[in-house]
């Protein structure tokens, strides 16, 4: 009798579609459907509590055993059961003829079945009290204590689409931690990253129990309760079971086929239409997720699981406002673990992390030994600096969760790392890498680890596996990148980032490096195009207005760069970066007083800011500020010896004081370290023009030039050594097309009018010369160039006569540098042709003395002491 239980009983399970094989499945731990909320079936055992189920339809308690029935049937059983069976049969008749006269009278049937499973040693019993019309074996109401949700674990090739995709993935922007280490940004992501042993269903519901009292014996009331029973739920339908197959394979495109076709016969289905929004949920079709779910809610507004999903995929969209509703009005419906874990993953994202750890606290009062939501917690504790606390949980995990020992090792090396422990660190990822060598997540973690530690080979050795086991890893690709940035090789680093923005177009960090990448390598049009697009996805970026400012700054597009430094510093007011570089554009600019001021206040901000000391240093160059420029300029080079802008510059200074040999040291010593730097070219040439080694200056004012064409200080001064060198229409050449694109400035105007004295064009050397010291604004600087201009035109007014505007031009010169040879001789000359021979004795004795060999000199002094003596003799005859 007792098989004939067993096998009516089994029969029973198969006609309801629900296989002792499917409900074990569906307890099992390896059931994978975090979402896939069902209630449990008659046939399954209630492995929730020790608590036993009780369905009062009857007065007497009847005693049935949930061990799994043995089905394996010989066939003498079986022939025992068909003999029972027949004589079944025969109280059948009976009992449904008792039923069709409305007799109400019970019958009680008190099964014992004192068979147990074998759990540990322990037996354990399910009571069901049977009131019973047929001689159908007895089940399990259709009515439960408890409906679960089937219990989930995620596994880690997947896990970035599920219900931690965002927070937990390794490459989470939200959850970034940058750490610089010798001028390297280190992007590392502490996440989770680990398969499930025995994540719990996300939260239980009661279902609604049924009244306890006796049930209406009225022959209709009966009839239609059996005609209920025996009608086709869609339990029983196969597309359900092949949805639900195809779902825990995780073929969502083919289970949501199968979905479609349970909801066209079952279109009120709460379970089948969060399944399927479930499937396209993990197939990031959120729309139809949502509409799924809105028609769910909709219908059933006082269920949970729905507002639960929907506020996950909420989550995943990043609309956390209403993910924030959707989520609390699951727990107000139905505190659960589940809806508890996602809304602390919302208040993480908004970095409300004392919220965050109050859910996840909830979360873990329901499931205490959820792994998952003990390594999300760490996560926040660890933005909250509370390392101890994230150190505990972990341990935590590593005890209730040893299939997953390697990714909470992971993650525990990482919490060391951002302590500092990084012997502890690599111990803990080594140890993760040992029991699983091709783990993703320990192999990012220990190469940023490399990258912190300063040991960028054996970094670049695990990102290399990283690519390999992934080749379209954003992570692997953006830190080899930045770890061949750091080293100089900038092809490499360019590849690495083509190759990660080819997967994240729209990735603002990776278009921000190898923005950079372009501007050093000189292409300035391909980062200035990143830069914009990048400023197109965030276009209030201080740091991303400030680098395409310096790339408009390098090209020379000031008005353009102003611009950008001037909003980047609107929103970063205090950014020294930026006040360094919007001073330098000022100093190109010649905004003098606009420049100083950006460069004190960058580097009051930071003393040691090369940059601004280099700009500094060159700003009070201009200014004839000497004594700071050379301070400035000092303190550039002991922060780095090997600066060409500094040497350069205190080379050109060490030249305007005429301290040659040590102008001399400094501007070979840029060259040897950068050859063809056209401003260290430009001073040297001009160097050796004023020591008269002219090739020299040739030779360096036409590699100069041939690096910057338009560079107009080197044509004036290679105008000038070929003025010298008497290769006048040459020099003509270079002077003319400087005052062409210059025409008032006051230096090529004075070498070309002494040009034009030379060449006798007298006309024209007067202009040029007047007009040099009408414009010579800047004094101090050109006092050199406004002397010669003077001692030519003095010249020239000498040559066609006009002696005293001569003697004045000769007379303001010579005040200034009164053993200037040239300026001597003419007024000498000057004073002789006014015959004011004592005063041209003077000047010619003067000469003399500085050159007792100047011929010019000697000749005229012959003709003065002949006309003094002729002049005499005509004043002795006179008298």
């Known amino acids: 009798m007792e098989q004939v239980k067993k096998y009516r009983r089994y029969t029973t399970s198969v006609a309801r579609n629900s296989s002792y094989e499917a409900n074990e499945f569906y307890r099992s731990p390896e059931a994978i459907n975090p979402m896939l909320i069902r209630p449990r079936r008659a046939s399954e055992p209630d492995n929730q509590g020790s608590q036993p189920f009780i369905t009062t339809l009857s007065s007497s308690p009847t005693q049935i055993s949930t061990s799994e029935p043995d089905y394996n049937l010989n066939n003498k059983n079986l022939n025992d059961i068909n003999n029972n069976l027949n004589k079944l049969n025969l109280n059948e ?412 177009r729209n990735n603002i960090s990776l278009l921000k490096h190898r923005s950079e990448i372009h501007r050093l390598l000189g292409n300035y049009q391909p980062a200035i195009n990143d830069l914009n697009h990048a400023l197109s996805l965030e276009p209030n970026d201080a740091f991303l207005l400030r680098g395409r400012g310096e790339v408009y700054r390098l090209i020379q597009c000031f008005d353009l760069s102003l611009e950008d430094f001037n909003k980047a510093l609107e929103l970063d007011p205090g950014n020294a970066f930026a006040l360094t570089s919007r001073g330098e554009v000022y100093r190109m600019m010649r905004k003098g007083a606009e420049a100083l001021n950006d460069l004190d206040q960058a580097i009051s901000l930071i003393p040691d800011n090369l940059l601004a000391r280099e700009s500094r240093g060159a700003l009070n160059r201009t200014f004839r500020r000497y004594e700071e420029a050379l301070r400035d300029l000092d303190h550039a080079l002991h922060l780095k010896h090997d600066s060409v802008f500094a040497l350069a510059n205190r080379g050109a200074i060490y030249y305007m004081l005429s301290r040659f040999y040590e102008a001399q040291i400094d501007l070979d010593k840029a060259l040897e370290y950068d050859p063809n730097h056209a401003f260290t070219l430009e001073t040297r040439g001009a160097l050796y023009n004023t020591l008269g080694k002219y090739d020299k200056a040739l030779a360096d004012l036409d590699k100069a030039l041939s690096i910057e064409p338009e560079n107009c200080w080197a044509l004036c001064y290679r105008g000038e050594v070929l003025f010298t060198l008497e290769k006048y229409d040459d020099a003509l050449v270079d002077l003319n097309k400087v005052l062409n694109l210059q025409p008032s400035w006051c230096y090529p105007l004075s070498v070309r009018g002494a040009l034009y004295r030379s060449l006798g064009c007298y006309t024209k050397a007067l202009e040029d010369l007047t007009k040099s010291l009408l414009n010579s604004k800047d004094r101090a600087y050109n006092i050199k160039y406004e002397n010669k201009a003077l001692l030519n035109r003095g010249s020239v007014y000498r040559i066609i006569g006009k002696f005293d505007e001569a003697l004045i031009d000769f007379n303001k010169a010579l005040l200034r540098d009164p053993n200037n040879i040239f300026g001597l001789c003419e007024r000498s000359y000057v004073y002789y042709s006014l015959e004011m021979y004592e005063y041209a004795l003077l000047d010619i004795d003067i000469v003399l003395v500085i050159d007792p060999h100047n011929s010019f000199a000697e000749n005229l002094k012959s003709k003065v002491e002949i006309a003094q003596n002729g002049n005499d003799l005509n004043n002795n005859d006179k008298l």
Not at 208 to 232: C, E, H, I, R, V
Not at 244 to 257: A, D, N, V, Y
Not at 304 to 323: Q, S
Request: net charge positive.
């Open 93 to 504: 008749n009976k009992i449904n003829g008792n039923i069709a006269n409305g007799i109400g009278n019970n019958n009680n049937y008190n099964i014992n079945n004192n068979s147990s499973v074998s759990n540990g040693g322990a037996n354990t019993t399910t009571f069901v009290n049977i009131h019973s019309t047929t001689n159908q074996a007895p089940v399990i109401s259709r009515k439960f204590t408890k409906n679960t949700f089937s219990g989930f674990r995620l596994s880690s090739q997947n896990q970035q689409s599920q219900h931690h995709q965002y927070s937990s993935s390794s490459s989470s922007s939200n959850n970034t931690i940058n750490t610089s280490s010798n001028n390297t940004t280190i992007s590392s992501t502490y996440s989770v990253d680990y398969n499930f042993q025995s994540e719990k269903s996300p939260y239980n519901v009661p279902s609604s129990n049924g009244s306890n009292g006796n049930l209406d014996l009225q022959n209709n009331n009966n009839q239609g309760k059996l005609k209920k029973f025996f009608t086709k739920s869609k339990k029983d339908n196969p597309q359900l079971t092949k949805a639900q197959e195809l779902m825990e394979q995780r073929k969502f495109h083919e289970s949501i086929i199968y979905y479609t076709r349970v909801l066209d016969k079952h279109s009120n289905s709460y379970s089948a239409r969060c399944d399927r929004a479930y499937a396209y949920h993990q197939m990031g079709k959120w729309d139809s997720a949502i509409q799924d779910l809105a028609i769910a809610i909709q219908r059933y507004p006082n269920k949970p699981r729905a507002y639960a999903l929907r506020g996950e995929v909420y989550r995943l969209m990043e609309k956390f406002d209403a993910a924030m509703i959707d989520l609390s009005k699951s727990i107000k419906l139905q505190p659960n673990a589940f809806a508890f874990r996602a809304r602390g993953e919302v208040n993480c994202s908004l970095a409300k992390y004392s919220d965050a750890i109050n859910d996840f606290n909830s979360a873990l009062n329901l499931e205490p030994n959820n792994s998952y939501t003990l390594t999300r917690r760490s996560k926040v504790y660890c933005n909250l600096k509370l390392f101890p606390e994230a150190l505990d949980d972990l341990d935590n995990v590593l005890m209730l969760d040893p299939r997953n020992t390697s990714s909470t090792l992971a993650n525990r090396g990482e919490v060391y790392r951002l302590i500092g422990r990084f012997d502890m660190a690599l111990a803990d990822l080594n140890s993760a890498l040992e029991r699983e060598e091709n783990n993703t997540l320990a192999l990012e973690r220990r190469g940023s680890l490399f990258r912190q530690m300063g040991k960028n080979a054996e970094a670049l050795l695990d990102f290399d596996n990283i690519l390999k086991l992934n080749p379209k890893s954003v992570f692997g690709h953006k830190n080899r990148g930045e770890i061949y940035q750091s080293l100089g090789n900038l092809n490499e680093a360019l590849y690495n980032f083509d190759e990660a923005l080819k997967l994240e």
